[in-house]
């Protein structure tokens, strides 16, 4: 078993850890403040190959490993969670599913400018309903002639407003329950398609969270991916690879929280000296550098079974569980080790520590992944 980082995945984390110091850091407290979308720095990842990592060449992918891409989020996030929500979702929730399950002319279509960045993705399947439970569809595609006719509504959708191509859930036989969910490319700008006011959000404020409405969307029945009653399996496959994404955006945000902890405990003086020579906390950089390498170990498990084939489905959830919970005691403890300073925006950490508490809701709360998890042990 290697622990050590190829000369490819260093090269990559390089590159990452560059950008976020030098286009994310100059102006994310004030992007958090305005809640303001990094517009012109999600472009500048997508030219960097950062909005496509794992998609093949051929397609305008960068042809990357999964582990490469937890590489780039876990360094883009030590700085902006925003940033790299909108390439976590980009990558693993629009993007990979598409290059897996979808025609290849829908790949000519809809994958190419995804992967190269030059258009992005959003994946609306939460419904004011169907949040966790994502079997409990309302919204509808009801099929006349050439087109589905699509009405209904979707909810806390990343890139919600921003977005240029959108993958849409809906149930096309409702007697089939889950079984009769289907999913579809929509463009923005159809008729009938509109999007919601931006959520004004805790944490990730300068990533776009939106409400999608649906009001006799037509959409053209060579834009369904794969079969009707397809979408739920589609669904369920693309969130197991999006737990890792999450996972190493948590694992990014303590990471960042005790980087900047560590760098003000050399720097703030008490009693004549840093404070990194009180023995108090110097206890809790450890329990943060500790509980920091386990999320990291996990994650990258989770992303070596993905490339290699192996069923991740647990160990994803497992990922995401644990990874989560350290970047919220890391975050806070990141503040509490900042003192008052912490408190204030200049200082990053308060900003982190909301900003982790939303990986412990996206993608499934800490009790679906225990249910993922515990399935997984008792299969």
Known sequence: MHFEL???????????????????????????????FPVEEIKKMGELGFMGMMIEPKYNGGGMDTVSYVIAME???KIDASASVVMSVNNSLVCWGIERY??????EKYLKPLASGQKLGAFALSE???????????????????????????????????????????QTDHSKGHKGISVFFVEKGWEGFTSGHKEDKLGIRASDT????????????????????????????????????????????????YEFALAYSKERKTFGKPISQHQSIQFKLADMATSIEAARLLVYKAA????????????????????????????????????????????????????????????????????????????
């Open 6 to 36: 190829t000369e490819e995945h260093r090269a990559v984390q390089e590159a990452a850890r560059d950008f976020a110091k030098n286009e994310l850091l100059p102006g994310v407290i004030q992007r958090d403040i305005e809640s303001r």
């Open 102 to 107: 979808a025609s290849e002319a829908q790949k």
């Open 304 to 379: 070596w079974l993905k490339d290699q084939g192996e069923d991740y489905s647990h160990a994803s959830a497992m990922a995401k569980l644990y990874a989560s919970q350290v970047a919220m005691d890391v975050s806070i403890e990141a503040v509490q080790i900042h003192g008052g300073y912490g408190y204030v925006r200049e200082y990053h950490v308060e900003r982190l520590m909301r900003d982790a508490k939303i990986t412990q809701i996206y993608e499934g709360t800490s009790e679906i992944q225990k249910i993922v998890i515990s399935r997984g042990i008792l299969r």
């Open 210 to 257: 939106t409400s999608l409405m649906f009001t006799d969307v037509k959409v053209p029945i060579e834009n369904r991916i794969g079969e009707e009653g397809f979408g739920f399996i589609y669904a369920m496959e693309t969130l197991n690879g999006g737990r890792i994404g999450i996972a190493a955006q948590a694992l990014g945000i303590a990471a960042g929280a």
């Open 75 to 77: 360094e883009l996030s």
């Open 128 to 170: 004011p309903e169907a949040g966790s439970d994502a079997t409990s569809q309302k919204t509808e595609a009801k099929l006349e002639g050439d087109y589905y006719v699509l009405n209904g509504t979707k909810n806390w959708i990343t890139n919600g407003s921003q977005a240029d191509i959108y993958l849409i859930f809906a």
